[in-house]
């Protein structure tokens, strides 16, 4: 074949079910090193110790722990169907063994999972990419033959917690990187240079634990979760020319044991102990065996060649003397084509034809036995950060160039290849290289505090390709969406009034609604079929005010005759005119995003405009009397926001939350053919609540202890007018005559931790504040009036706060105790407990400090 024929450009289709793929891994994005009880990884210790270019470290990388809708966001944009990333053990398992486990770090990765796949994203989960909790290090890291078992343990809690949405594992990303510049060179985290011994022993160890891993999920968790595991092989590519030697160094060594007979390969063993003959005063190698029983163990515990590929080389022999390595011990030497395109990093060169050959060798070499697909689970390029990092056109062609080898080999080799994964979603920590390497389709500004991203040309380039299933040349046509709902509601029994002021239905309707509820929230869901709309008008958004032959409008006059604030035009504008296929992917991210809860945000960036939500449901109403009940579009609705509101526009996002549900109550609650009278039924509970440190007062009566509310009020500036809880209501006697006048049947308060328990704790009950209670219950009772009892209402004894509260684990028993003292003494007459009330504003002060002031 000649290079003209091995270079040609294959114009087809993947397979309709193809998975395409972008990857970040842990410890590269994360950032949040410390935060929710981390334990420290090596690549922590690693960037710590000033090892990492420019003394950088991933203390903070692209702060993924607290931006996993951002991220998911960008997946969305870029229309990927898979999702690939690594779970950090040290986050999970602080010291690397089960009983030090981290609930926080468990939750953070079952948000990112729930979040993906709510996005219609399948998720790929690497168990270890290099991040390995450095207590497990300090043991001897991977050269330690315990750490098979604690990583079979890792694994066991991974496939337990994650596997009912996780249905591929990876047990290992790029094995052989973390041997050879892990344990090797020492380039590496944990920065071990032994290539004699430790190197060996690390690839037996995580050969071994891979095995254990994929025997845990196949035994316990594939009938049930019916998921596949499978190590990431990071083979450095080769010349089909080249030494199997080099073969055996690069892939065989990891391969071969899985695939073919639970051994190394034998060229492999053959050269290693030719060697040790060779060089009896230095020996350059130590390669520990398998026993029959670890032989048996490993071979075919596979469900999937996981190939990581970036680059390819050619190989010569040589006499590689008693030098330690591949390439001594080998008897190699690997180099490159001076025509190869280069890329930032010194290793990466682009031969994209490699691939192809690599693909069909390792079908023919590993695939013949146990056939399985293969998984191209890495390939990218970085560019270096300079210049104009965002139009990435190097990365385009070498992208284009390895996507179709891997088609070609799909299309006129017959290799069965089922996913490609680019390289990674964004910028990130790429380890000693700092953030001087940039790998992603995403720009990250590091130098900003919310880390923004911004799509590169490159993440363009990819969802066309996503979108186009491949190369194949598509059709032109023109899509008609069907229409829905078309048949017309007017009702023209209605006649429209003459003036607004007229509107005699939505005056009656609406003008005695009080300030509550106007703003009531309304709980619903729209009628199957309504559109959801996005716009944007010509003249802001397009720019290109005289390109192609376009005339002047009136605003092209208007702001260049410097009528704007700042001298500000349309001529560039948002360079829609040029950037179609960019705002085509915004389009994308859009689909299917989650709205968060925020406080009430009346006013707008825009002086003298307010946002009054509940304005648009009167309108609603009154366009229905006035025009005779017409269909109606909303066709345009949103907010301004000031300029330094970037990413967390959360003051908009509770607009459009308000404005939607005005939106769905006009629709849901308007509709005349739609009130509803009756009653509730015979055994609705009506109730009213109160909570104990904001009615009891008597805060030093009979032995009660110090609350945290009790040091915040009477700590100055806290509380507005310097008011406290010393005193509040403080009579039991007129709530129950209160309570009895309001006719409700159940009545729910809250007992007050440190009234009961002073110090929090058990050691100590305080039986006249118990006593307090059973008063409470007496008079609930002789008023036929069921009680609701409130176990905590924010009122933490201060005790427990001054050793962290509850950021303090031993807590958990704490409350126990004291819930179990409850239930004892107040069980018999209480049939209804509630454990916490808003747990959630407990944990998000910054929120109760918004709703006090507006309450306030």
Same mark, same amino acid.
């Given at each position: 074949? %000649?290079?003209?024929?091995?270079?040609?450009?294959?114009?087809?289709?993947?397979?309709?079910?193809?998975?395409?793929?972008?990857?970040?891994?842990?410890?590269?994005?994360?950032?949040? $090193?410390?935060?929710?009880?981390?334990?420290?990884?090596?690549?922590?210790?690693? !960037?710590?110790?000033?090892?990492?270019?420019?003394?950088?470290?991933?203390?903070?990388?692209?702060?993924?722990?607290?931006?996993?809708?951002?991220?998911?966001? +960008?997946?969305?944009?870029?229309?990927?169907?898979?999702?690939?990333?690594?779970?950090?053990? *040290?986050?999970?398992?602080?010291?690397?063994?089960?009983?030090?486990?981290?609930?926080?770090?468990?939750?953070?990765?079952?948000?990112?999972?729930?979040?993906?796949?709510?996005?219609?994203?399948?998720?790929?989960?690497?168990?270890?990419?290099?991040?390995?909790?450095?207590?497990?290090?300090?043991? !001897?890291?991977?050269?330690?033959?315990?750490?098979?078992?604690?990583?079979?343990?890792?694994?066991?809690?991974?496939?337990?917690?994650?596997?009912?949405?996780?249905?591929?594992?990876? %047990?290992?990303?790029?094995?052989?990187?973390?041997?050879?510049?892990?344990?090797? %060179?020492?380039?590496?985290?944990?920065?071990?240079?032994?290539?004699?011994?430790?190197?060996?022993?690390?690839?037996?160890?995580?050969?071994?634990? @891979?095995?254990?891993?994929?025997?845990?999920?196949?035994?316990?968790?594939?009938?049930?979760?019916?998921?596949?595991?499978?190590?990431?092989?990071?083979?450095?590519?080769?010349?089909?020319?080249?030494?199997?030697?080099?073969?055996?160094?690069?892939? /065989?060594?990891?391969?071969?044991?899985?695939?073919?007979? =639970?051994?190394?390969?034998?060229?492999?063993?053959?050269?290693?102990?030719?060697?040790?003959?060779?060089?009896?005063?230095?020996?350059?190698?130590?390669?520990?065996?398998?026993?029959?029983?670890?032989? #048996?163990?490993?071979?075919?515990?596979?469900?999937?060649? !996981?190939?990581?590929?970036?680059?390819?080389?050619?190989?010569?022999?040589?006499?590689?003397?008693?030098?330690? =390595?591949?390439?001594?011990?080998?008897?190699?030497?690997?180099?490159?084509?001076?025509?190869?395109?280069?890329?930032?990093?010194?290793?990466?060169?682009?031969?994209? $034809?490699?691939?192809?050959?690599?693909?069909?060798?390792?079908?023919?070499?590993?695939?013949?036995?146990?056939?399985?697909?293969? @998984?191209?689970? !890495?390939?990218?390029?970085?560019?270096?950060?300079?210049?104009?990092?965002?139009?990435?056109?190097?990365?385009?062609?070498y992208m284009k160039s390895y996507i179709n080898e891997a088609l070609k080999a799909i299309h006129l080799d017959g290799v069965n290849v089922q996913r490609f994964t680019v390289q990674s979603l964004m910028d990130v920590f790429e380890g000693p290289q700092g953030y001087s390497d940039r790998f992603g389709l995403h720009h990250v500004n590091f130098d900003l505090p919310d880390w923004p991203r911004t799509p590169k040309q490159s993440a363009y380039f990819y969802s066309s390709v996503i979108k186009n299933n491949g190369f194949a040349a598509k059709k032109l046509f023109f899509y008609a969406p069907e229409l829905k709902n078309t048949e017309s509601k007017q009702n023209t029994s209605i006649p429209p009034s003459t003036v607004p002021s007229q509107a005699r239905v939505v005056w009656r309707k609406f003008s005695s609604q009080t300030n509550f509820q106007r703003k009531l929230y309304h709980h619903g869901?729209?009628?199957?079929?309504?559109?959801?709309?996005?716009?944007?008008?010509?003249?802001?958004?397009?720019?290109?005010?005289?390109?192609?032959? #376009?005339?002047?409008?009136?605003?092209?006059?208007?702001?260049?005759?410097?009528?704007?604030?700042?001298?500000?035009?349309?001529?560039?504008?948002?360079?829609?005119?040029?950037?179609?296929?960019?705002?085509?992917?915004?389009?994308?991210?859009?689909?299917?995003?989650?709205?968060?809860?925020?406080?009430?945000?009346?006013?707008?960036?825009?002086?003298?405009?307010?946002?009054?939500?509940?304005? +648009?449901?009167?309108?609603?109403?009154?366009?229905?009397?006035?025009?005779?009940?017409?269909?109606?579009?909303?066709?345009?609705?949103?907010?301004?926001?000031?300029? %330094?509101?970037?990413?967390?526009?959360?003051?908009?996002?509770?607009?459009?939350?308000?404005?939607?549900?005005?939106?769905?109550?006009?629709?849901?609650?308007?509709?005349?053919?739609?009130?509803?009278? /009756?009653?509730?039924?015979?055994?609705?509970?009506?109730?009213?609540?109160?909570?104990?440190?904001?009615?009891?007062?008597?805060?030093?009566?009979?032995?009660?202890?110090?609350?945290?509310?009790?040091?915040?009020?009477?700590?100055?500036?806290?509380?507005?007018?310097?008011?406290? =809880?010393?005193?509040?209501?403080?009579?039991?006697?007129?709530?129950?005559?209160?309570?009895?006048?309001?006719?409700?049947?159940?009545?729910?308060?809250?007992?007050?931790?440190?009234?009961?328990?002073?110090?929090?704790?058990?050691? @100590?009950?305080?039986?006249?504040?118990?006593?307090?209670?059973?008063? +409470?219950?007496?008079?609930?009772?002789?008023?036929?009036?069921?009680?609701?009892?409130?176990?905590?209402?924010?009122?933490?004894?201060? *005790?427990?706060?001054?050793?962290?509260?509850?950021?303090?684990?031993?807590?958990?028993?704490?409350?126990?105790?004291?819930?179990?003292? +409850?239930?004892?003494?107040?069980?018999?007459?209480?049939?209804?407990?509630?454990?916490?009330?808003?747990?959630?504003?407990?944990?998000?002060?910054?929120?109760?400090?918004?709703?006090?002031?507006?309450?306030?």
């Open positions: 074949m %000649t290079s003209t024929e091995r270079d040609a450009f294959l114009n087809e289709s993947f397979p309709v079910d193809f998975q395409w793929a972008s990857s970040s891994e842990s410890f590269k994005v994360e950032g949040g $090193w410390a935060e929710d009880g981390k334990g420290e990884s090596i690549w922590d210790r690693f !960037g710590h110790d000033g090892l990492a270019f420019a003394n950088q470290t991933a203390d903070l990388a692209c702060d993924s722990y607290y931006k996993v809708d951002y991220d998911v966001y +960008l997946l969305r944009g870029l229309h990927v169907n898979t999702y690939q990333f690594s779970i950090s053990w *040290a986050r999970i398992f602080p010291s690397g063994h089960r009983g030090s486990q981290s609930e926080k770090g468990a939750l953070y990765y079952d948000k990112l999972i729930n979040a993906l796949i709510d996005s219609g994203i399948q998720p790929v989960v690497t168990l270890y990419h290099w991040d390995l909790p450095q207590a497990l290090q300090d043991c !001897g890291g991977w050269t330690n033959a315990s750490i098979v078992e604690a990583f079979k343990d890792y694994a066991d809690f991974c496939f337990s917690r994650f596997g009912d949405r996780v249905k591929t594992w990876n %047990t290992f990303s790029s094995p052989w990187v973390v041997s050879h510049a892990g344990y090797g %060179t020492g380039e590496h985290a944990p920065g071990v240079k032994d290539y004699v011994v430790a190197s060996y022993q690390a690839t037996h160890n995580m050969i071994k634990s @891979h095995a254990e891993a994929w025997h845990v999920y196949n035994e316990k968790y594939r009938k049930t979760q019916g998921g596949r595991a499978e190590p990431v092989d990071p083979s450095r590519p080769e010349d089909i020319a080249a030494a199997d030697r080099y073969l055996q160094f690069m892939l /065989g060594w990891f391969a071969h044991p899985i695939f073919v007979d =639970g051994d190394y390969p034998a060229a492999f063993k053959t050269q290693i102990e030719q060697k040790r003959n060779e060089c009896p005063l230095s020996e350059p190698a130590r390669l520990p065996v398998f026993t029959a029983e670890e032989r #048996k163990r490993i071979h075919g515990t596979a469900d999937f060649f !996981g190939l990581n590929h970036y680059t390819s080389r050619l190989v010569n022999n040589s006499v590689g003397g008693c030098t330690p =390595g591949p390439q001594g011990v080998g008897n190699f030497q690997s180099h490159v084509d001076p025509s190869w395109s280069s890329t930032a990093s010194d290793w990466i060169y682009s031969a994209p $034809w490699g691939l192809r050959r690599l693909l069909n060798y390792i079908s023919t070499e590993y695939l013949n036995i146990i056939k399985v697909p293969i @998984h191209i689970t !890495g390939n990218g390029m970085p560019t270096e950060h300079i210049g104009d990092s965002l139009n990435d056109v190097s990365r385009i062609d869901t729209f009628p199957q079929g309504f559109s959801w709309g996005v716009s944007s008008s010509a003249y802001q958004i397009e720019g290109g005010w005289n390109a192609d032959g #376009k005339g002047p409008s009136v605003w092209d006059t208007f702001t260049q005759n410097g009528s704007i604030p700042d001298n500000a035009n349309g001529d560039v504008a948002c360079d829609s005119y040029h950037r179609l296929e960019e705002d085509f992917y915004m389009l994308r991210a859009l689909k299917d995003l989650s709205e968060a809860e925020e406080s009430d945000s009346p006013t707008t960036a825009i002086s003298k405009q307010r946002a009054v939500a509940w304005g +648009l449901r009167r309108l609603l109403n009154w366009i229905k009397e006035e025009y005779g009940d017409p269909e109606i579009y909303i066709t345009e609705n949103g907010v301004a926001t000031d300029i %330094t509101t970037t990413v967390d526009d959360i003051d908009r996002v509770f607009y459009y939350k308000t404005y939607v549900d005005e939106a769905l109550k006009a629709h849901n609650l308007d509709d005349d053919e739609k009130i509803l009278y /009756g009653e509730f039924p015979k055994t609705f509970n009506w109730s009213t609540a109160s909570a104990s440190y904001q009615i009891e007062g008597s805060w030093r009566a009979d032995g009660k202890g110090l609350s945290i509310w009790d040091k915040f009020a009477h700590t100055p500036l806290k509380v507005s007018n310097s008011d406290n =809880g010393d005193i509040s209501c403080d009579r039991i006697d007129k709530d129950v005559e209160v309570l009895k006048k309001l006719k409700v049947t159940h009545y729910r308060f809250s007992v007050s931790w440190p009234r009961v328990l002073p110090d929090g704790t058990t050691n @100590h009950v305080n039986e006249a504040g118990v006593n307090y209670y059973h008063r +409470l219950l007496d008079a609930l009772e002789a008023a036929n009036i069921q009680p609701q009892l409130t176990l905590y209402h924010w009122d933490l004894p201060l *005790a427990l706060q001054k050793v962290e509260g509850w950021e303090n684990e031993t807590i958990v028993q704490r409350f126990r105790g004291y819930a179990d003292l +409850l239930f004892s003494r107040f069980g018999r007459r209480v049939k209804f407990w509630i454990t916490l009330n808003e747990p959630y504003i407990v944990a998000n002060l910054r929120i109760w400090y918004i709703c006090s002031r507006y309450f306030q």
